[in-house]
């Protein structure tokens, strides 16, 4: 089978001739029918073939963009217009938005082909992507184990080539921590760098939406045309779209966080990023060492802050405004507590109660207070570290995929975002990419920036794969 390939492959395929957007369209729909991944949600074979045709037209005329024809997916967070969007969840199961999210128009404006919506952990909330009320996503390098969440569907498809590039979403670790899993690269922009418009919310000071695929360049054409002020996202920002560093990456220091690091001195893990630590020495990047002492309180404290938003963004899913309706309530307070307690899984329902105590009176100062003056400090880290480094470089997960139902523990579950959520709460950018393999499974790094600097992230990303092939490495599933 022809690989799809990568988004610039395409884009030189068609602008040569050699395949049409609507074939190429119709090999990624017969290869979603044809997964066992369950990677997707919904299949929109209409709505593709109508854009690929709208791509070749573009094409002929001279007008195509990098992402004109290319074929892509949205994580089922993202408001499609005319398309169920569902969240991964049994309570918006036969919801349509009327209007495409902003992420979602801009690509569609760029002309890219909008193949499916992609499975995830029910609102997002989940580091396996096995809450999903539609069942679990499978990895494509084994199938008996998770590709990561939430934005697990997003990974899985791109690393099975069942599309070039993807949309996800990142609270805590739910674009990296995928990626790292499934053999991908993925990046969590600056929040505020990408409209949250049309975006379901989960915790909104911490939601941000970003890319999926194969190759950091292509991050980097996804980032180009999803990122921009939007004045309908009232958290959105009023920044200088990101353009290539300026300076080779012989002149970037990057630091390593010793907090990291140390939970890897037994890890097999460890070797593969001192394996890319070597990589990048030998293009002229310097190393320092660096401290962000407040990481061992990241995972609480994230937990605080994320529950406690979720609980007031999910309080309006009550059978009445939004959502799931339970069948013949006796009354108005039967209607609530059913139609919430049929719609939400086991963990969005777990997260709204912690989130509920955290915010009531008596907890306030306590916890959801005292998680935001641990996040200022937490934040504070970062800028000081940064006063004498360019970037950090640290491991993404502290696992490679583990077998579907072996973590069932909950705060286990959590010690999954161990490296991921401090950027998060931070609100930095930061990255994941493919960085080797263990026990044939691949293993993720991750670099973080300063606050609207994804330009020397992706400098970064490009040279390391420019020396290295693990971003070429493709799973059985997409043989």
């Known amino acids: 089978m022809t690989p ?41 074979a209409e709505r593709a073939l109508e854009q690929a045709e709208a791509a070749d037209a573009r094409i002929r005329a001279g007008t195509a963009t990098p992402l004109t024809g290319v074929p892509i997916a949205h994580k089922d967070i993202f408001c499609t217009k005319g398309v169920r969007t569902t969240c991964g969840s049994k309570m918006l199961d036969g919801f349509v938005s009327p209007y495409d999210a902003t992420v979602v128009e801009k690509l569609a404006a760029a002309g890219a082909v909008m193949v499916g919506k992609t499975n995830m952990d029910e609102f997002a909330m989940g580091s396996s992507s096995e809450t999903s009320h539609y069942g679990p996503v499978r990895n494509p390098w084994d199938a008996s184990r998770v590709p990561g969440g939430s934005s697990g569907g997003s990974a899985a498809a791109v690393a099975a080539d069942l599309v070039a590039a993807a949309t996800g979403t990142d609270t805590g670790g739910s674009i990296r921590q995928p990626a790292a899993f499934s053999g991908v690269s993925g990046l969590k922009p600056t929040y505020g760098r990408v409209s949250r418009w049309g975006m379901v919310a989960y915790a909104s000071s911490l939601d941000q939406g970003g890319p999926l695929a194969r190759s950091v360049a292509d991050l980097e054409t996804m980032l180009r045309c999803i990122e921009g002020f939007d004045p309908k996202d009232s958290t959105s920002a009023e920044r200088p779209a990101t353009s290539r560093a300026a300076r080779p990456v012989s002149e970037i220091k990057v630091g390593l966080p010793r907090e990291y690091f140390a939970q890897l001195s037994s890890s097999p893990l460890g070797a593969r990023l001192a394996d890319a630590r070597r990589t990048f020495e030998s293009l002229g990047v310097r190393f320092v060492d660096v401290g962000l002492p407040n990481t061992v309180v990241a995972v609480p404290t994230y937990y605080v802050i994320a529950s406690a938003e979720a609980s007031t963004n999910l309080a309006r899913y009550d059978g009445v405004r939004y959502g799931h309706r339970c069948k013949d309530p006796r009354d108005i307070a039967d209607l609530f507590q059913r139609s919430r307690d049929e719609g939400f899984g086991r963990e969005v329902k777990r997260r709204i109660l912690t989130g509920t105590y955290a915010l009531s009176v008596g907890y306030y100062d306590a916890y959801y207070v005292k998680a935001q003056r641990v996040r200022r400090l937490i934040r504070d880290d970062f800028v000081e570290a940064f006063k004498t480094v360019d970037a950090l470089l640290a491991p993404t997960s502290p696992s490679v995929a583990f077998p579907i139902g072996a973590v069932s523990d909950p705060i286990e579950m959590y010690q999954q975002d161990v490296f991921t959520v401090p950027a998060s709460l931070a609100g930095i950018p930061a990255m994941s990419l493919p960085c080797g393999f263990h026990d044939g499974l691949p293993v993720g790094m991750q670099l973080m920036g300063k606050h609207f600097d994804e330009a020397t992230l992706v400098a970064l990303g490009r040279a390391f794969q420019s020396a290295t092939d693990w971003h070429l490495k493709m799973p059985p599933e997409a043989t």
């Open 4 to 44: 799809i390939g990568s988004a610039a492959e395409i884009r030189a395929r068609l602008d040569r001739g050699e395949i049409s957007s609507v074939e190429l369209a119709r090999d990624c729909i017969r290869r979603i029918e044809a997964s066992r991944l369950n990677a997707f949600i919904s299949v929109t």
